[in-house]
């Protein structure tokens, strides 16, 4: 069982930077791929980048390719969204999700995770 808890999420102005943050409880943090993901009002949720157990693959959404970075401190059980260039069509609820997968494959799609934080607000105003 793994419990995630999100932060860092707030209002920006058009071009600045946010970093989210995303805690897991549970031994188990190191061997767990990690996923964020977000949801626009009115849109369904969609992929944003994720990252390996061990940090060895990412893989970002074409829209924020080049703007956000994914990392994670498996020492302290938190894995990170750093937001560059917002635009204000990045405004959503972002979402981390964590589940094992095997190797260094990280899954892209929401039912590939089983573990889903409660989200936190990301508004980008123009």
């Known amino acids: 069982q793994v419990q995630l808890v999100e932060s860092g999420g707030g209002l920006v102005q058009a071009g600045g930077s946010l970093r989210l943050s995303c805690a897991a409880s549970g031994r188990t943090f190191s061997t767990y791929a990690m996923g964020w993901f977000r949801q626009a009002p009115g849109k369904e949720r969609e992929f944003v980048a994720a990252i390996s157990y061990n940090g060895g693959t990412t893989h970002y959404a074409d829209y924020v390719k080049g703007r956000f970075t994914i990392s994670r401190g498996n020492a302290k059980n938190t894995v990170y969204l750093q937001m560059n260039s917002l635009k204000p069509e990045d405004t959503a609820v972002y979402y981390c999700?964590?589940?094992?997968?095997?190797?260094?494959?990280?899954?892209?799609?929401?039912?590939?995770?089983?573990?889903w934080g409660q989200g936190t607000q990301v508004t980008v105003s123009s």
């Open positions: 999700a964590a589940d094992y997968f095997f190797n260094d494959y990280v899954g892209q799609k929401e039912f590939e995770y089983e573990y």
